[in-house]
């Protein structure tokens, strides 16, 4: 073969060839991950989901967490009433590109004291830590809010047993009151 006047070996070209196909299957979706292209979309997704609830007065969108999978939505955290809840539901739905959304928002009946968002800190990152370290849960893939002592999970996981995992060791943590796991299986690619 020739190239710019040189002969290439056939195996150099093969080489290529093959790392061409390397990196494009890389880039294809599988049932658990998404595409490089599908990633953007559902970062842009996140974004823009999560702006429109800033600029929303009626919800306290520091408090509201969203994930986006497959262009579905995941609320989570801790919100004041059932009204704010349904405001951020409505809000995430009414954006471009949301398929659905999964509303894993809880509503808290206390207010939280410097003293008690210093221990809720305390348990979140005591709780992400042994996320972490345990090799039966992808850490990277879970958010951890901590209200008053009661562990929120949330985010996509690519099976039940990442699911189940996830919350045995959240219950194991020092500190942690209780878990509500919010963890959702990935939806499969349409």
Do not use: W
Not at 23 to 52: F, H, M, Y
Not at 74 to 91: P, T
Not at 106 to 132: E, M, N, Y
Request: proline share 3%; with cysteine; aromatic share 2%.
């Amino acid at each position: 073969m020739y190239s710019n006047g040189r002969i290439v070996p056939a195996g150099l070209i093969a080489l290529a060839l093959a790392a061409l196909a390397a990196l494009a299957a890389g880039c294809a979706s599988t049932p658990q991950r998404e595409s490089t292209g599908q990633a953007i979309d559902d970062s842009a997704i996140t974004a823009k989901v999560k702006a429109a609830l800033v600029a929303d007065p009626e919800t306290k969108a520091r408090d509201i967490s969203v994930k986006t999978y497959r262009g579905l939505v995941q609320l989570s955290g801790f919100v004041d009433s059932d009204a704010e809840r349904h405001d951020a539901e409505r809000i995430a739905r009414h954006e471009d590109g949301v398929r659905g959304v999964q509303d894993e928002l809880v509503i808290q009946t206390q207010r939280s004291t410097i003293g008690r968002v210093v221990d809720d800190s305390a348990v979140t990152a005591k709780v992400k830590a042994a996320l972490v370290a345990n090799p039966d849960t992808k850490a990277r893939d879970i958010d951890v809010t901590t209200s008053h002592g009661v562990v929120q999970l949330s985010g996509f996981v690519d099976n039940r047993e990442q699911r189940d995992a996830a919350a045995e060791v959240a219950k194991s943590v020092t500190g942690v009151r209780a878990v509500d796991n919010g963890l959702q299986l990935k939806p499969p690619a349409q």
